[in-house]
């Protein structure tokens, strides 16, 4: 379904636009931990967060014929800021857009300074993207991916083969999961390049499908999340990713709400990085003592930035102090 190759053949596309983002050594956590911790900055990415990558992967690999049909997607926000950048700079049609009723004002108003059309609709992004695809098929219309599509995966890929060019000794990655497309190919790219090297998956309580995905067998393709400040994590774990990589992650790690909004605060205050909680999980349990990382080398990726200011503001009100 997907190889390496492929992945060294998307970088080669999205390179010209994208960042090769920093992996930043971390005194405060490498103290802490007693590991020799490495941070992923993704939140330093192009529009806010790694998702620009598959979906300029995407829509590069579009044949003419595609092109002459409208291009649609759902979105929680950071996919939909990262398929309008890709159609911007490749200068391809406008993209509809469809994003749940809840998501983040910081995320909507950044999309809606690009030339893309779009539509609030459904509760949640599992309802969200039922109504996208409804829309594609009264329009005959041709629906991108977040995450279940082995081209988007491939751009994804790209985050994995940067950090272990970096760390080729890697002991563990630490990577955030939604519907899979990341650690995917991160999981596929690191187990190529360093067949040792262990990818912990990390989902907030408020949504564990790959979690219940990898301990049942099967994918949870939609699946009815809590209330959580991680929206790009919330929501179903897609088949294409279980059927990729279901067999080469080790572990995913389920997170309590509260301690990501302490990794929010903590990086913020120790690191002075801006992190949304879907990326800020990374290094939650590490911060928790969750994981154990005492002599390892670790690389945890910092997904996006895309945070909300009232937002971050209750966060830091919450978490008044070093912790």
């Known amino acids: 379904m997907l190889s390496i190759t492929d992945v060294l053949r998307a ?9 090769p983002t920093p992996l ?28 620009v990558r598959g979906a300029l992967n995407k829509l590069y690999s579009l ?5 002459t049909q409208e291009l649609v997607t759902a979105s929680a926000g950071n996919h939909g800021l990262g398929v309008a950048y890709a159609s911007q700079v ?14 983040p004002v910081a995320k909507f108003n950044r999309l809606a300074a690009f030339d893309c059309r779009i539509h609030r609709a459904g509760h949640d992004y599992d309802a969200c993207h039922a109504l996208a695809e409804a829309y594609v098929q ?29 760390l080729p000794g890697a002991d563990l990655l630490l990577v ?13 790219v690191a187990k190529t390049l360093n067949p040792a090297v262990r990818i912990i998956g990390l989902q907030p309580e408020a949504s564990p499908a790959a979690f219940l ?41 389920i997170v309590p709400e509260a301690d990501i909004h302490r990794a929010v605060a903590w990086l913020v205050r120790h690191e002075q990085l801006l992190v949304e ?47």
Not at 63 to 67: D, K, L, Q, R
Not at 144 to 166: F, H, K, M, N, R
Not at 296 to 315: C, F, S
């Open 176 to 188: 955030p999961v939604g519907g899979g497309g990341l650690i995917a190919g991160v999981a596929l």
């Open 213 to 253: 995905s990898l301990r049942e067998g099967r994918p949870f393709e939609t699946y009815p999340a809590d209330p959580t400040i991680c929206d790009g994590l919330a929501g179903g774990f897609g088949r294409i990713p279980f059927e990729l990589a279901g067999h080469l992650i080790d572990e995913i790690l």
């Open 138 to 166: 009264e329009r005959d219309a041709l629906y991108i991916s977040a995450y279940d599509d082995p081209v988007v995966i491939a751009g994804q890929a790209t985050v994995g083969l940067e950090t272990l060019e970096c």
């Open 24 to 51: 930043q050594p971390s005194a405060a956590l490498s103290k802490r931990t007693g590991g020799d911790i490495h941070l992923k900055l993704e939140c330093w990415q192009q529009t806010g967060s790694f998702k």
């Open 277 to 323: 909680g879907s990326g800020a999980i990374a290094v939650a349990p590490l911060l928790t003592g969750q994981l154990d990382a005492t002599g390892l080398q670790v690389a945890a990726v910092l997904t996006g930035r895309n945070l909300d200011a009232l937002l971050l503001r209750d966060i830091l009100s919450e978490n008044p102090g070093p912790t």
């Open 11 to 19: 970088r080669a596309r999205i390179q010209p636009h994208i960042l």
């Open 63 to 67: 044949s003419p014929a595609e092109y």
């Open 90 to 103: 490749l200068d391809r049609p406008a993209m509809t857009i469809f994003v749940p009723e809840t998501t």
